[in-house]
Every structure is written in C-alpha cells, then in structure tokens.
C-alpha cells in the first residue's frame, strides 16, 4: 500500500520505519502468493502494474478500517504511539512548529514524528500525512479544516527602492 502511494519502495520504508530492503522482501513475498506482478520498477519512480492497482483499490479501505479499529483499541488503553507526518511552510515550521513536535514527543516518547518543511501545497492523502499547515485559505471539501491562527506580515522598504 505504502510503496503504491509514496511511488518509491525507499519512500515507503521511511514511512514504516524499516530497511528499503525489508520493504523489497515484502513487496517480492505478496508477488509470489498472489502470482502476479504487482509494480513496475524504475529507477525514479514505482508504479502499480493494472493486478498492482486492483489489488491497492480492493485493499485500501479493509486495511484502513482495520487501523481504524486498532486505533480505537490504543485510544481506548489510553496509548499514544505510532508515526505522525507532519508537513508546514519552512518559516512557520522552523519558527513554531518544531518546538511543538519536539515537546510533543518528549511527552510521548512512543511517537516517531516526520516534520517536512516546505512551501509547496502537499496532497495529505496520496503523500501520507496526517496534518499540513499552510498560509491562506485551502481547497478540499474533504478534508476537516481549523484556522489555528492568523499571521501578520509588514514589508519595509527605503523611499529609494522603486
């Protein structure tokens, strides 16, 4: 699911904290009991074969409900652990958010959190992250939105610059 969905088989072992080998063996293990060949391996990108992207469609909301529910069993023992992807505009990230994500998991130490700082708009979805920030007002019906603040900015500039 993860290699289909970050397009790299290294992305992918990022994502699930193990070895981009580890990933290989599971990837090659699935081909063999299901006998099919199940993506396509290039040097820049990997790509469902049509078996591949059957199998990702049909899975993805099994497996989803499935975490859901192991989900509400850590919720419900009281555990916070797992991954947490972060993405954040580099200046906001740099200046606040990091700060946060560093007393966040000193707190709860079984929590492993990616903060990316960048300024491109990400897909939370297709990128696997579980919250993005972002300056100015977003598109996405689907997505459940908060303003968390709001951001002044002041240019200054010399009478001479034109």
């Not at 994502?15 to 993506?39: C, F, M, W, Y």
């Not at 975490?67 to 606040?96: F, Q, T, Y």
């Not at 019906?141 to 908060?146: A, D, N, Q």
Request: charged content about 25%.
């Amino acid at each position: 699911m993860r290699t289909v969905e970050r397009g790299s088989i290294t992305a992918a072992a990022r994502d699930l904290a193990i070895s981009q080998p580890a990933v290989t063996k599971h990837l090659r293990n699935l081909e063999r009991h299901v006998g099919a060949r199940l993506v396509e391996r290039s040097s820049r990108v990997v790509r469902p074969t049509p078996q591949g992207q059957a199998l990702y469609d049909a899975s993805r909301e099994p497996l989803a409900a499935i975490e859901a529910a192991l989900e509400g069993v850590r919720h419900d023992m009281g555990a916070v652990e797992g991954n947490l992807r972060i993405h954040a505009p580099s200046c906001l990230g740099a200046k606040h958010v990091h700060g946060i994500v560093t007393a966040f998991q000193r707190r709860y130490p079984a929590v492993t959190a990616d903060l990316i700082l960048d300024n491109r708009d990400v897909d939370l979805v297709y990128e696997n992250f579980d919250l993005a920030m972002k300056y100015g007002r977003p598109e996405g019906k689907e997505l459940i939105i908060r303003r968390l603040g709001w951001i002044r900015r002041i240019l200054v500039a010399a009478p001479s610059f034109h």
